[in-house]
């Protein structure tokens, strides 16, 4: 009997309607239009405004654009994970409201959370339950709400971060396809350069808290930007090295899209040409859990079957990693 390996069969997405560019920002921040595009690669970034509406608004309408486009019954899905470091709220699993309200009533469901890596890790998570053979469907979203934790006096963050959600369906292959390899790393000491600290158990809710604005996400962007740089490339020249690729073998990079200098770096340690890079983050920054999906989503129509994909991500945490993909359709 051949091994089962676990695909990816359909992708959806999400994109909130607002608009928030490069020049707007030059009216709340002291930044400007040049300063960013050439330091980061960002032109625009997509807010969610509606009160009220959080991550799991993103989600569902992102796995909604799934079930229509691929035709399946969410009745059938098994599993929903959602991916990302913006939850709903602290307790009540925001991939539980999503899965109901999308109709996967057979499904249980549950949150990732792993910072930027939170997508990356949750497709090694995933991959497990179909070639364990138990499952069939399991809908993996990434999905982040980045604007409800960014405080836009901040220019270190404020001009990187985006809303938005993609969804990916797994099910089994037995032709080979899928999932093939995975290089995951973490290292806790890395914490302190990016966070969020308000709202977790070990900071109490305090109106001082409040008012220094811990519930926002605070960042070092030097050190996340050197240990992203060697890091993500290390991991993914080293899932090259040990499955025998070279970059003539690679028809395409999906990497986190944090800041377009060290998609280039990875891109670079890899031997890998411009055209090959998959690239969305001028049109929507950097969305978290939401990047690798939404690379998926806005490049399906380019990919072919056996195309051999090289995932990438670094995050909070820091966490980090790299997975080699076969596309099965
Ligand atoms: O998603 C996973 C985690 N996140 C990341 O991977 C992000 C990693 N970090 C980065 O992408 C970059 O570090 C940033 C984009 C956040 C910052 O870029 P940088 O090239 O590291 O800038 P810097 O912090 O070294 O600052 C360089 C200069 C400074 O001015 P001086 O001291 O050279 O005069 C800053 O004050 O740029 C200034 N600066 C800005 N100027 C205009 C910093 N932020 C801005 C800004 N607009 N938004």
Redesign the pocket.
């Known amino acids: 009997m051949s091994k089962i390996s676990a695909a990816i069969t359909a992708v959806g997405g999400y994109l909130p309607d607002y608009v928030l560019t490069n020049q707007v920002?030059e009216t709340m921040?002291?930044?400007?239009d040049e300063?960013?595009t050439s330091?980061?690669g960002i032109k625009e970034r997509r807010i969610l405004k509606e009160e009220g509406k959080g991550t799991s608004f993103l989600a569902i309408n992102a796995a909604q654009d799934l079930i229509a486009k691929s035709g399946i019954n969410p009745e059938e899905i098994e599993l929903v994970i959602v991916a990302t470091a913006t939850p709903d709220m602290k307790a009540a699993s925001t991939a539980a409201y999503t899965a109901t309200q999308i109709g996967a009533t057979n499904a249980f469901s549950y949150d990732l959370e792993a910072?930027?890596s939170s997508f990356l890790f949750g497709m090694s998570t995933a991959a497990r339950y179909i070639e364990s053979g138990r499952y069939k469907k399991v809908l993996l979203i990434g999905a982040d709400k980045n604007s409800s934790m960014i405080n836009y006096k901040d220019?270190?963050?404020?001009?990187?971060f985006g809303d938005g959600a993609g969804a990916v369906l797994f099910e089994p292959n037995n032709e080979g396809l899928g999932l093939q390899d995975e290089y995951l790393r973490s290292d806790g000491s890395g914490r302190e350069f990016?966070q969020a600290k308000f709202g977790g158990s070990s900071y109490k809710t305090t109106t001082d808290a409040l008012e220094n604005n811990e519930h926002c996400i605070f960042?070092d962007?030097?050190t996340?930007?050197k240990n992203?740089v060697s890091k993500m490339a290390d991991v993914s020249e080293r899932i090259l090295q040990r499955n025998n690729l070279n970059n003539d073998d690679i028809s395409w990079l999906a990497a986190?899209q944090?800041?377009k200098?060290?998609i280039d770096a990875t891109a670079k340690r890899i031997n890998l040409e411009d055209k090959k890079v998959m690239m969305n983050i001028q049109k929507y920054g950097?969305t978290?859990s939401a990047t690798l999906p939404l690379l998926l989503y806005d490049y399906e129509s380019k990919l072919k079957k056996g195309d051999k994909i090289i995932f990438a991500a670094?995050?909070?945490g820091f966490t980090w990693g790299s997975i080699y993909l076969k596309w099965a359709y």
Request: charge should be positive.
């Open positions: 920002l921040v002291d930044t400007n300063w960013i330091r980061t910072a930027c220019r270190a963050t404020c001009i990187i990016l960042q962007g030097k996340v930007f992203a986190h944090a800041n200098r060290i950097n978290t670094f995050g909070g």
